[in-house]
């Protein structure tokens, strides 16, 4: 049986989840192992936070807190914000010495191979304190897409912008201090070398890729790559492994160039999780082992994942590479950006104990920015969520237990066709292929529709009550506490042999308080 590695590649440990993150990646990679799992496949699910970002350490700075303190704290805040919405990873990514040993072991494979090349790159640099600047030390304009923000990964272009290439950049740290550019030793890992490669590669997901990542992939293959740090002369973060390279002592390993070995740690702590035992965090990824990986991340982090954590396997050799990347738009709160710092945000764990889960992921899958930016509002939720789901689904409910404990009632050839479209139209959402919430809440509620139109009958209770089964089958990756209260199991099923079913009450959602 076929593995799929789904991984949501964790958020900067600097705070609390907010839904602008759960609409997106983490609400999506849940729902794909899901229904993979229900659907009989072998899946292990993993995430995570991400603790190397310099982003912990001025977000910490902000706060007046220490940035250890700060990311052992919003690790578990995220754990529980995952549970508190019903996103059950199998694995999740903490920060301890296993991690910092097993990220050093992979650049040093990578540099005892000769694919890490010594260069010398500007960055800004601030004489008063003998500091360089980069990613969130310092801020200026994207020379891509003129967008205002960091260096690293633009937000609004998914480009990757080096911290020399910012224009008119100015400290984070301290705005007074005047800023200049100095060349600096670091190693990289030369991009261009890959060009061919990752043109066939990304060639063969052109059919799968959404909008932005392919604009993305194309943008960049037309243009020389550049030397992608992968060590930086900066403080904060894992000391870099390189005792034969003097010249980047007391460097760390660049934050975001740490993408595949956070994901094979994640996929590695994912089975540890199920009572397996790889012989490495690595060992999952090899390609015999003839796992699928599948990739869900906010389209900003295209560049780290798509680009450069593809050309350091091709550079290794002998790892599987990504299947697909699904990636997500932004989601907004009152038509207005989640800002923590502006108070402008809620939280899932805060939305949470005001509502049940269920109906929060169903609402978050039906505005999910899958292609463009959406927009949360609670007064919308509220009103979305009972016309289109509460509602319908306790009609159903009722219809159908007014048959419950009667016996067995036959199932027609009609209904076993109808709940194969049911199965296929569902499966089309979820496939990690195709993968859309928006597909999948809009099936969830076509169908939902028509079973709350049903005028059932004596004579066609048993097709009803077959057809609401495999509706809340289907439906279970999103409604997940609907499910687990009626349902036996959670096994999509093979519709073509159902012959008759046995009626019983089922379960009623509860109203959003008012």
């Known amino acids: 049986m076929e593995r799929m590695l789904v991984i949501a590649p964790g958020p900067t440990a600097n705070g609390d989840l907010h839904l602008g993150h759960l609409a997106g990646p983490f609400l999506s990679a849940d729902v794909c192992a899901r229904f993979a799992r229900a659907a009989g496949r072998d899946v292990l699910f993993g995430t995570g936070v991400h603790f190397t970002q310099n982003y912990i350490v001025t977000t910490a700075r902000r706060l007046g807190v220490p940035p250890d303190e700060l990311r052992t704290r919003s690790a578990e805040q995220v754990e529980g914000t995952l549970a508190a919405v019903g996103i059950e990873p199998d694995g999740f990514v903490r920060f301890d010495e296993r991690y910092v040993t097993g990220v050093q072991q992979f650049f040093g494979r ?9 260069r010398s790159l500007p960055f800004p640099y601030v004489a008063r304190t003998g500091e360089y600047l980069t990613d969130a030390y310092v801020r200026g304009t994207c020379p891509v897409c003129l967008s205002e923000g960091c260096a690293g990964l633009c937000e609004s272009c998914g480009h990757w912008i080096a911290s020399g290439d910012l224009l008119e950049p100015r400290s984070t740290l301290n705005p007074d201090d005047e800023v200049e550019l100095r060349e600096a030793q670091v190693l990289v890992l030369p991009l261009e070398e890959y060009r061919e490669a990752l043109t066939e590669y990304f060639a063969g997901l052109a059919g799968t890729m959404r909008p932005r990542l392919a604009r993305m992939a194309e943008e960049l293959l037309s243009r020389p790559l550049p030397d992608y740090p992968v060590t930086l002369p900066i403080a904060w973060g894992i000391p870099a492994p390189f005792p034969k390279v003097p010249e980047v002592e007391g460097q760390v390993i660049y934050a975001d160039s740490e993408v595949i070995a956070w994901s094979m740690h994640s ?8 009572g397996e035992k790889p012989a490495g965090d690595d060992a999952l ?6 796992a699928r990986v599948v990739y869900f991340f906010g389209s900003d982090a295209g560049f780290a994942f798509g680009l450069v954590g593809v050309a350091m396997l091709m550079a290794l050799g002998g790892y599987t590479l990504p299947a697909h990347f699904v990636t997500n738009e932004f989601y907004e709160l009152d038509n207005d950006k989640f800002s923590t710092s502006r108070g402008h945000v809620v939280t899932g764990r805060g939305l949470a104990a005001e509502v049940p889960r269920d109906l929060i992921r169903f609402y978050l899958a039906a505005t999910a920015p899958d292609f463009q930016r959406t927009n949360f509002s609670r007064a919308a939720m ?16 009722d219809k159908a237990g007014r048959f419950a404990g009667g016996g067995p009632l036959p199932v027609s050839a009609r209904s076993r066709e109808a709940a194969a479209r049911t199965v296929e139209r569902f499966s089309a ?3 990690a292929r195709r993968f859309s919430l928006t597909d999948a809440a809009f099936t969830l509620t076509e169908q939902l529709g028509r079973l709350d139109r049903w005028e059932v009958t004596a004579a066609d209770a048993g097709d009803f009550c077959h057809e609401v089964d495999v509706f809340l089958r289907c439906a279970a990756p999103l409604l997940v506490d609907l499910a687990a209260k009626a349902l036996p199991d959670l096994a999509v099923p093979a519709v073509s042999s159902v012959t008759e079913v046995a009626p019983r009450v089922l379960p009623r959602l509860a109203e959003i308080a008012q």
Request: proline letters at 2%.
């Open 110 to 118: 990578l540099h005892d191979a000769g694919k890490l090349k010594l």
């Open 267 to 274: 996929s590695a702590l994912a089975a540890e999780q199920r």
């Open 285 to 290: 990824w090899f390609a015999e082992s003839g």
């Open 382 to 397: 509220d009103k979305v969520v009972s016309a289109r789901l509460v509602a319908p689904w306790n009609r159903v409910a």
């Open 429 to 431: 959402g979820y496939d």
